[in-house]
């Protein structure tokens, strides 16, 4: 109960700092492999607003994808689990993706996982 409550909290002063001061990035990447074949679904909303919204087979010739839609240019780099977005005014460097949940079958043959992050940043007026 406890852990709620500090998630509660966090949340809470996340929601609270984007409308006051400044812009949030969510980013949610859903992962599965299933017989060998990996797919990825990626979102990324801007302030609660869907920006990307893309799902995608990814080749094992390149882990790293880019993923662009509605001005967003969004790359995951899914060896590292990081991501980078192309805000150079707010961002740079590459951010780390958390696990929020995994789960296999068969071994390790069939696989499902989900990775987010919250990046805010300041609007400059």
Excluded at 98 to 112: I, L, P, Q, Y
């Amino acid at each position: 109960m406890k852990l709620y409550g500090q998630i509660s909290f966090l949340s809470t002063f996340q929601t609270f700092y984007s409308l006051v001061a400044g812009s949030c990035i969510d980013i949610i990447v859903d992962m599965s492999t299933v017989k060998g074949e990996t797919n990825t679904y990626v979102v990324l909303k801007d302030d609660g607003i869907p920006k990307i919204s893309i799902f995608r087979d990814i080749t094992s010739e390149n882990l790293n994808q880019i993923f662009e839609q509605n001005g967003y240019k969004l790359t995951i780099y899914y060896i590292e689990k990081k991501w980078a977005l192309s805000m150079p005014k707010h961002f740079s460097g590459r951010r780390t993706l958390n696990m929020a949940s995994a789960r296999c079958v068969d071994g390790k043959e069939n696989c499902w996982s989900v990775h987010v992050d919250r990046f805010c940043f300041l609007n400059e007026k």
